[in-house]
T-cell receptor
Framework: AQSVSQHNHHVILSEAASLELGCNYS??????LFWYVQYPGQHLQLLLK??????LVKGIKGFEAEFIKSKFSFNLRKPSVQWSDTAEYFC???????????FGQGTELSVKP | DTGVSQDPRHKITKRGQNVTFRCDPI?????LYWYRQTLGQGPEFLTY????????KSRLLSDRFSAERPKGSFSTLEIQRTEQGDSAMYLC????????????FGQGTRLTVV
């Protein structure tokens, strides 16, 4: 079955700490991978995406993610978080024909000033 | 801003009533998706359209749920005989067709069934 698993339900960090959020997927075939962010009271927004090519992708606001095909993983990283990064983060996957996204359950990130 | 627009933003209804939500996608997008999100969970796929054709429906979508996109532009999602378990955020997203595209999400409609 197609699924996405996010390792952490709630992460609490202090400002300037480094962030890594885990994401593993189970999906047959070639995949597209995404990280979406939902700030409090706002809609889901795309942070970054991987379609093909360089497995290290850079997104907005200093976020990056690395696709490791052998581990079926697409972990999100940021070297130094800010209070404004407080949000819920969702990993998602679809196939290379596009179409429906399969989401993980989300990770709530709280950054303390 | 010509992003994805959903109406209403909030809906409170009594159990057993019918409700209808509307989604206006980004104008040049020909794919439109509906998802449902409950507290503490990621969005779950319900159905999607390419132009006016409904290409896929989730098994989550019971017979009480129906979606339309009659002219390939806006879409409606109707829930008949609502149940308390239908309480959730209903999200609409749109994208271009093709394999290497991203979906853009609306603000969602929060449904509360009392």
């Amino acid at each position: 079955a197609q699924s996405v698993s996010q390792h952490n339900h709630h992460v609490i960090l202090s400002e300037a700490a480094s962030l890594e959020l885990g994401c593993n997927y189970s999906y047959g075939g070639t995949v597209n991978l995404f990280w979406y962010v939902q700030y409090p009271g706002q809609h889901l927004q795309l942070l970054l995406k991987y379609f093909s090519g360089d497995p290290l992708v850079k997104g907005i606001k200093g976020f990056e993610a690395e696709f490791i095909k052998s581990k079926f993983s697409f972990n999100l990283r940021k070297p130094s978080v800010q209070w404004s990064d407080t949000a819920e983060y969702f990993c998602a996957v679809n196939n290379n024909q596009g179409g429906k996204l399969i989401f993980g359950q989300g990770t709530e990130l709280s950054v303390k000033p | 801003d010509t992003g994805v627009s959903q109406d209403p933003r909030h809906k409170i209804t009594k159990r057993g009533q019918n409700v209808t939500f509307r989604c206006d996608p980004i104008s040049e997008h020909n794919r439109l998706y509906w998802y449902r999100q409950t507290l503490g969970q990621g969005p779950e796929f319900l159905t999607y359209f390419q132009n006016e054709a409904q290409l896929e429906k989730s098994r989550l979508l019971s017979d009480r749920f129906s979606a339309e996109r009659p002219k390939g532009s806006f879409s409606t999602l109707e829930i008949q005989r609502t149940e308390q378990g239908d309480s959730a955020m209903y999200l609409c997203a749109s994208s271009s067709a093709g394999g290497y595209t991203e979906a853009f999400f609306g603000q969602g409609t929060r449904l509360t069934v009392v």
